[in-house]
C-alpha cells in the first residue's frame, strides 16, 4: 500500500490496522465476515524509439477490496482511499451488492488463519533505481544498435508491489517484492531482432548484453528469403516456447475440468505428451516471481502438472476442492469469481543441450526466436495459430544460414510436446502473449508452417 503521507508502500502492519477499520466497519452493520485484499505498486518506466529516450512516467496507485459475507451470499467492493469515511462507503457499497445477489449454496466460510512461508523477493537496489540509472543502460543499449547502423526501440523499466490478505476469521498474509524488465528490438531495412528478460533483481540481467543479441539477430536475418511452407524441425527459442505452450495452463484447473472446458477432459493420468515433458507450479522456484498465496489465503502448493508427459495435478480452489472432496492447492482467485483457480508459476523442466548445440545437430530446419498473434483453433487438441517475428532464420548443415521471410503456423501444443527431440536449460523467459515462466529452448520435429507471412 502507499502511505499518503509519505509517499512510501506501507507495511504489513499498517495493512493490519487498516483492516482493523474495516472489521469495525463490518460489525456497525452486523457483518462478522468481512475480507480485506490489499495491492500497491510503484512503477517506473523509460521508454524509447527511434534511438532516442522519449519517455519517462512513473506511477504509484492503492488499492483496497473488500469483500463481506453471509446468508450463503458475498460481494465485495474496491476503494483507492483508506481514510474512514471512504472505508465505511466501500463496506456500505459491497453490503448492498451482497444483499442483491442470488445465494450460493457452494460458498464457503472465509479461510481461517494458515501458514505462509515468506519468500523472499524484494531487491533494495532494485526499488531504488533511478530515472538515470535507467537512461544510462539505455543509452549504452541504443549505443550499440545505432553503431550497427540499426534503429533501437524499447522499455526498461522497474518497480515493487506489496499485496496482502486479512479477514475476520484471523487470516493474515502478505508478501513485497520487486521486479524489473528491458525490452529492445533492432530494427533495420528489412529484418529485425529482439530480446526482453525480466527479474526480481536488475542486476540478473545485462541490457548491453540484450543490445547485442538482438541487433546481431537483425544483422544475421538481413535480406530474408523464402522457403515454402511445409513441417521442418523447428528450434524455438525459450520465449517463443513460453508464448505458444504457455496457452495451455489455464486448462489444469479443476473448475475447467469440472466444466468439461479443459482439453485434459478424460485424459488425466494417461500419457498424452513425450516422456522427455516434466511441468511443474512451483512459486517457489528460484526463477519465479509472485505471491506465495491465492486470492483465498491459501498458501501455494508445488504441482507436478505433467510427469514424463502423463497429465498428474490440478490446481484447486477451495470450492472446488471441496467439491472434488481434496485439499486446496492455494491456486484459486479472488472471489466471487467463475474462473476458479488456475496455475502461475510454470516451471516447464529443461535438459541438457544448449541452444548452439540443437543447432549444429540439425541438417535442415528453422530457428524461431519468437511468435505473436497466437490464437487458438481447436480447443481439445490445443491446436494454434500465429506467426514467427524479430528473428526466423534457415539452419543447414549445422549453422544459421540466412533470415528468412517470417511464417505463419498451424500447431497442435499436444502433438508438439510429443515431438520434442531436444531440450536447453531452463531460463526465466518473457514474452508478449502470456505471463514469465521458466522454460527451455526445445528442438521440434514436424512443426507446420502453412504460409508465408507478408511482414
Known amino acids: 500500500m502507499v502511505d499518503e503521507r509519505t509517499g512510501a508502500l506501507l507495511t504489513q502492519s499498517d495493512c493490519a490496522r487498516i483492516f482493523e477499520k474495516v472489521r469495525q466497519a463490518a460489525k456497525s452493520r452486523g457483518i462478522s465476515d468481512v475480507e480485506a485484499l490489499f495491492a500497491a505498486h510503484r512503477d517506473a518506466l523509460t521508454r524509447f524509439a527511434n534511438n532516442t529516450i522519449h519517455q519517462n512516467v512513473a506511477e504509484q496507485a492503492q488499492w483496497l477490496s473488500i469483500r463481506v459475507q453471509g446468508d450463503r451470499k458475498t460481494a465485495r467492493a474496491t476503494t483507492n482511499r483508506f481514510d474512514p469515511l471512504s472505508i465505511e462507503r466501500a ?5 448492498a451488492l451482497a444483499k442483491s445477489v442470488a445465494p450460493d449454496d457452494e460458498l464457503l466460510p472465509m479461510t481461517g488463519p494458515l501458514p505462509v512461508p515468506e519468500i523472499p523477493r524484494f531487491d533494495a537496489a532494485t526499488a531504488a533505481v533511478s530515472p538515470e540509472d535507467r537512461a ?260 543447414e548443415d549445422g549453422g544459421v544460414r540466412l533470415g528468412l521471410r517470417n511464417f505463419r503456423f498451424n500447431q497442435g501444443i499436444i502433438e508438439l510436446l510429443n515431438h520434442v527431440e531436444a531440450l536447453s536449460p531452463a531460463v526465466r523467459a518473457s514474452g508478449e502473449e502470456t505471463f514469465d515462466m521458466v522454460v527451455p529452448a526445445m528442438k521440434v520435429r514436424d512443426f507446420n508452417f502453412t504460409e508465408v507471412t507478408r511482414f
Not at 148 to 168: D, H, L, P
Not at 206 to 230: F, N, T
Not at 270 to 288: A, M, W
Open 136 to 395: 544510462r543502460a539505455v543509452r549504452q543499449a541504443i549505443a550499440i544498435v545505432e553503431g550497427a547502423g540499426q534503429t533501437a526501440a524499447g522499455i526498461y523499466s522497474t518497480g515493487e508491489t506489496i499485496e496482502g490478505i486479512f479477514n475476520s476469521h484471523g487470516l493474515s498474509a502478505w508478501h513485497q517484492e520487486t521486479l524489473a524488465q528491458f525490452s529492445i528490438t533492432a530494427m533495420a531495412d528489412d529484418s529485425s531482432g529482439w530480446a526482453k528478460a525480466s527479474a526480481i533483481a536488475r542486476s540478473a540481467f545485462d541490457p548491453v548484453a540484450m543490445a547485442l543479441r538482438a541487433s546481431e539477430k537483425a544483422r544475421l536475418s538481413a535480406k530474408p528469403r523464402e522457403v515454402p511452407p511445409g513441417r521442418y524441425t523447428v528450434i524455438l527459442e525459450p520465449a517463443a516456447v513460453l508464448d505458444l505452450v504457455g496457452q495451455i495452463f489455464g486448462d489444469f484447473s479443476a473448475t475447467a475440468m469440472h466444466d468439461q472446458r479443459s482439453f485434459l477432459t478424460d485424459r488425466m493420468g494417461t500419457k498424452l505428451f513425450g516422456e522427455n515433458i516434466h511441468i511443474s507450479d512451483n512459486v517457489r522456484h528460484p526463477l519465479q516471481a509472485g505471491v506465495p498465496f491465492d486470492g483465498e489465503g491459501v498458501p501455494r502448493r508445488k504441482l507436478t502438472l505433467v510427469d514424463g508427459g502423463v497429465p498428474r495435478e490440478l490446481a484447486y480452489s477451495r470450492a472446488s476442492a471441496k467439491r472434488a472432496g481434496v485439499e486446496p492447492t492455494g491456486h484459486g482467485f479472488p472471489l466471487p469469481n467463475d474462473v476458479g483457480e488456475a496455475p502461475l508459476n510454470i516451471v516447464i523442466a529443461g535438459g541438457d543441450t544448449p541452444l548452439e548445440r540443437m543447432i549444429e545437430s540439425t541438417e535442415r530446419g528453422i530457428l524461431v526466436t519468437r511468435l505473436w498473434y497466437i490464437r487458438e483453433v481447436e480447443p481439445y487438441e490445443k491446436i494454434m495459430t500465429g506467426m514467427t517475428r524479430d528473428g526466423t532464420f534457415l539452419i
Open 91 to 95: 463496506v456500505e457499497e459491497a453490503t
